[in-house]
């Protein structure tokens, strides 16, 4: 997200963004996580941190009263979270700018509006998987493919009370089991929340 982006005349990401307030925050988030999650390096430009309302101006200061507010303050958190979360998952960074690095899971799930991809590390040992939901209703019986069975961790969780989303989750994690799916040896069953992401690392 570059600085030409949110200036002249574009408006801010936040009003970019359909429907009333939680739903423009909610997208956001999805957004956000979407792309920290894809290869190449994120930029985020002053005030998309924390929902920033109007257009940014070099005349003016950001938007920092938003900050008092739980929804903005829980942007800003998630933000925060992405950062750590992505400094701890080597399959982030660690093969940023090569083919394997990344593999799609499902990139045609016009159904349910949602993608989703796996991210490598260098061992191939610590995979991370990614699935965003840009629909407004939570997919309660997600079936994805996955690299092995097991019990696979949600490390992000953009729907999150934290952040003032709805709290659709999988309450930690979920069980995959040896059912193929999406040309993978496993699959598991999860809660996809409305307009957001869900990040899973093996345990």
């Known amino acids: 997200i570059s600085h030409d ?3 002249h005349g574009k408006g801010s990401l936040l009003r970019k963004m359909p429907g009333d307030r939680w739903q423009q925050l909610a997208n956001v988030r999805a957004y956000l996580a979407f792309m920290w999650a894809h290869p190449g390096k994120q930029l985020i430009f002053m005030g ?4 920033q309302e109007a257009e940014w101006a070099e005349s003016r200061s950001l938007d920092w009263w938003l900050q008092e507010t739980p929804w ?4 800003q958190q998630m933000v925060r979270d992405l950062n750590r979360t992505y400094k701890e998952q080597p399959a982030l960074w660690e093969i940023d700018f090569g ?7 499902d990139a045609n799930g016009s159904a349910h509006n949602t993608c989703s991809f796996l991210r490598w590390d260098k061992a191939r040992k610590r995979p991370l998987v990614a699935i965003t939901n840009f629909s407004g209703v939570p997919d309660e019986n997600y079936r994805i493919g996955l690299p092995s069975a097991g019990r696979w961790r949600e490390v992000l969780n953009t729907d999150a009370g934290e952040y003032s989303g709805s709290g659709v ?3 930690g994690a979920v069980e995959a ?3 193929p799916w999406h040309g993978r ?6 809660r996809v929340p409305p307009l957001g992401a869900v990040w899973l690392v093996p345990e």
């Open 5 to 7: 982006e949110v200036v």
């Open 177 to 179: 089991d040896d059912t």
């Open 99 to 105: 083919p394997e690095g990344f593999e799609w899971i």
């Open 185 to 190: 040896p496993a699959s598991a069953v999860l």
């Open 72 to 75: 903005h303050a829980g942007l």
């Open 169 to 171: 989750g999988n309450l």
């Open 48 to 51: 998309v941190e924390l929902g």
